[in-house]
C-alpha cells in the first residue's frame, strides 16, 4: 500500500509519522515544500530518494493508495480538492478548512467522486474518551485551557477549539435541541470561550480558556450519581464513592493514547477494505463550530 503524507511539520513527526512509518506493507512517502525539512525527516525515516517528494504532482505521479494531510489550514482546501479528483482516499488533519463553504464543498467532492474523506477527530478513538461513552452522562464537562494564548477567533474555534466541540458531539446521549455561547474577546483575540448543548435529560459544556495559567485538558462525564473524570487522555478516574485511578501504562506510546494510531488503523483498514468513508459527520462538527464563530463575532460587533 502505498500512503502519502502531505506536510511534515510538528504533528506529522510526532505522531503519525511514527505510526506509518510502523505498520508492515505500507511503503510511505513524504512530501513537503521545504527542503531542509524533507531531508531531515525522510533519512531520519531511512526513506530512499523515490520516496521523498517536494510538490503534489510528484507524489500524485507514485499512485497513492491513501493520504494523510498535515499541511497548514490555508493549504488544505487545494491540497484536499487535487486528493480527491485523484481518487486518492484521504485522512485531513482538523480542520477541513476555515471557511465553511470551503469545508461543505470538500464533503460534497468527495461524495460526487466516490472517494473516502476523514477528518482527524482523534479524541473519539482515544481510550480514556471512548470509555466515558460507555458511562451515564447526564452532565458533560470538558475543558481544554492554555497558558498566554488568546488568539483571532475563528483561527483558535478552527485549529483547537474544535477538538471540544467534537468530543461534546460524540458524548452527548440523544439530540441537542439548545445551543448557548459566551465569550470574552478583548482587542480582537478570544480569550475564553464556553459552548453550552442541551437536550433531553442531558446537559454538556466546553470549556477554552487561553489565560489559564495551565495547559490542561479534563473531561468529566457524570449521572446516576458516579462520575468518570479524564485528565490530559492519560488518567482515567471514576467516582462512586471512594476514587479509583487507572493511570497510562508507562510503555504505552503517546499516539495511542492520544487516539491518533487508532483512528490511522481504523482509516486504513477502510481503504484495505474497500469501504468508502463519509466526512459528513466531520462536517457536523464544522458547523457548529461556524455557529460559535459567529456568535463571538456578533458579541464583539
Not at 50 to 59: A, I, M, N, T, Y
Request: proline share 5%.
Amino acid at each position: 500500500m502505498k500512503v502519502g503524507c502531505i506536510g511534515l511539520g510538528d504533528i506529522a513527526q510526532k505522531a503519525y509519522l511514527p505510526v506509518l512509518s510502523g505498520r508492515p506493507g505500507i511503503e510511505l512517502h513524504v512530501q513537503t515544500r521545504t527542503p531542509a525539512t524533507l531531508t531531515r525527516v525522510a533519512d531520519g525515516l531511512h526513506l530512499p530518494a523515490g520516496q521523498r517528494h517536494r510538490d503534489l504532482d510528484s507524489l500524485l505521479a507514485q499512485g497513492l493508495d491513501a493520504a494523510f494531510v498535515h499541511a497548514p489550514t490555508t493549504a488544505h482546501p487545494e491540497i484536499v480538492t487535487r486528493l480527491l479528483e485523484a481518487g486518492v482516499p484521504t485522512y485531513v488533519d482538523k480542520p477541513l478548512a476555515y471557511a465553511l463553504a470551503d469545508s461543505e464543498r470538500l464533503v460534497e467532492l468527495a461524495e460526487q467522486r466516490d472517494v473516502s474523506l476523514a477528518v482527524g477527530f482523534n479524541r473519539r478513538f482515544a481510550p480514556g474518551y471512548a470509555q466515558c461513552a460507555e458511562h451515564p452522562r447526564e452532565l458533560i464537562l470538558m475543558q481544554k485551557n492554555r497558558i498566554g494564548l488568546p488568539e483571532e477567533p475563528r483561527a483558535m474555534i478552527l485549529d483547537d477549539f474544535i477538538h471540544v466541540v467534537d468530543t461534546l458531539r460524540f458524548l452527548v446521549p440523544g439530540p441537542v435541541d439548545d445551543v448557548t455561547v459566551r465569550a470574552r474577546v478583548q482587542d480582537g483575540l478570544l480569550h475564553h470561550v464556553v459552548l453550552q448543548l442541551a437536550g433531553d435529560g442531558f446537559t454538556a459544556l466546553g470549556v477554552m480558556n487561553r489565560l489559564s495559567g495551565s495547559a490542561e485538558e479534563i473531561l468529566e462525564v457524570s449521572g446516576q450519581d458516579t462520575k468518570r473524570q479524564v485528565l490530559n487522555l492519560a488518567e482515567v478516574i471514576d467516582h462512586k464513592g471512594q476514587p479509583t485511578v487507572r493511570r497510562r501504562g508507562d510503555w504505552v506510546p503517546v499516539a495511542r493514547q492520544r487516539g491518533i494510531e487508532q483512528a490511522v488503523l481504523a482509516f486504513l483498514d477502510a481503504v484495505r477494505a474497500g469501504k468508502v468513508l463519509s466526512a459528513r459527520d466531520a462536517l457536523a462538527t464544522h458547523e457548529l463550530c461556524e455557529r460559535v464563530v459567529r456568535a463571538v463575532q456578533e458579541r464583539t460587533a
